[in-house]
């Protein structure tokens, strides 16, 4: 218990916290004038001014729940709990004053450790005090101690399980830069073959035909300047098990995709650099994948590959009907992001203006 107890109190706030966005500036805007109209016009209001003056200063306080959630939560629980002193009753007494339901959840949410175990204990202490002073009803004060407690165990579950979505897609991200640093691998790997048998080959005409010795020095300065274009693109992968590699596939290999799958290829393909084929058969069987397991009704899958001067461009578009499917919800798309980024292209994946789901990818065809 006591070690539980001090991993929470060491836990780190979630990174990155968001800054106060444009939704909070405009709650402020609605809740101000809210606050004081209700000031002026309910009856029976004791202190009337002070209590708008509180209810309406502590809605400024919301926008910074998540970037400062233990000072909010201090301020707010604070002036509440030590406003009864200064007027002898419950204080403020104003419904407006609801909005304070987000800061135990926010606490939870957007702290620290530390923040939270601080945090909840102003909130407690403060319900306490107005049930023992006899500022609020003990029934009162023991449901909002329920309602309190169960606004921090939604904030807490909100976290972790936002926690463990990070963890899958790092996961992914890892799964996909593996697979490329083993297409990139298996390609240098062909590479510096290719340049050895043509130095033995060029060694042992040298003698003989100084002119074929000429041409093996070429190509392997071919060769080279090929396999330093594609380490470039290893830079910045990890990988941790180096074992099981295979070649990698080709934008030709697309072609034997079973029907209803509909493959053009347009341009020069076949002199892509080898990272780039891999990833747009990668894209594509993705992409295909996607099409047979989410989309109802299909006749008709279009693969198409147009190979520029610069750049490769890959879409693929199937007339399936997608219920369920939202742009960059799953992993496989974000595995193709991820590939996509690692070789400076870029990947979007949405419904097709007409009917079905279409993915695009624009590759440089030089690897980054």
């Not at 539980?4 to 060491?10: K, T």
């Not at 002070?50 to 909010?72: D, E, I, K, Q, Y």
């Amino acid at each position: 218990m006591f070690e539980l107890l001090r991993s929470v109190w060491r836990e780190a706030r979630p990174v990155p916290t968001p800054p106060p966005a444009w939704w909070d500036w405009a709650l402020v805007g609605v809740l101000v004038p809210v606050a004081v109209l209700e000031g002026v016009l309910r009856a029976g209001l004791d202190w009337r001014w002070l209590s708008v003056v509180v209810c309406a200063g502590l809605v400024f306080t919301l926008p910074f729940r998540r970037s400062r959630p233990l000072l909010v939560v201090a301020i707010a629980f604070g002036v509440c709990g030590l406003s009864p002193f200064v007027v002898g009753h419950a204080f403020p007494q104003q419904n407006v004053l609801v909005y304070m339901i987000l800061l135990p959840f926010a606490l939870f949410r957007w702290g620290s450790g530390r923040e939270e175990v601080l945090g909840a204990a102003i909130i407690y202490v403060k319900l306490g005090i107005d049930a023992v002073m006899g500022f609020l009803p003990f029934g009162d004060a023991l449901a909002g101690f329920f309602i309190v407690s169960a606004l921090m165990a939604v904030g807490a579950a909100v976290r972790y399980r936002a926690r463990a979505r990070h963890r899958e897609l790092d996961q992914v991200k890892l799964l996909e830069r593996e697979r490329l640093a083993r297409d990139l691998h298996d390609t240098v790997a062909h590479h510096v073959s290719a340049m050895a048998i043509r130095a033995q080959a060029g060694i042992a005409t040298a003698a003989a035909d100084p002119d074929a010795a000429v041409d093996a020095l070429r190509l392997i300065d071919t060769e080279a300047a090929r396999a330093l274009d594609e380490m470039r693109g290893m830079v910045r992968l990890l990988r941790s098990d180096p074992a099981a590699l295979s070649p990698g596939p080709r934008v030709t290999d697309l072609t034997r995709l079973p029907p209803p799958v509909d493959v053009t290829l347009t341009g020069d393909v076949d002199d892509l650099p080898a990272p780039v084929q891999s990833a747009i058969y990668r894209l594509a069987q993705e992409a295909v994948t996607n099409a047979h397991r989410h989309a109802r009704h299909v006749t008709r899958i279009e693969v198409r590959v147009d190979a520029g001067d610069t750049e490769v461009r890959l879409s693929v578009r199937d007339d399936g009907d997608p219920p369920g499917r939202t742009n960059g919800s799953g992993y496989g798309l974000v595995g193709m992001a991820e590939r996509t980024e690692l070789l400076g292209g870029t990947c979007e994946a949405g419904p097709a203006p007409d009917r079905g789901w279409a993915v695009t990818a624009v590759l440089p065809r030089a690897t980054r």
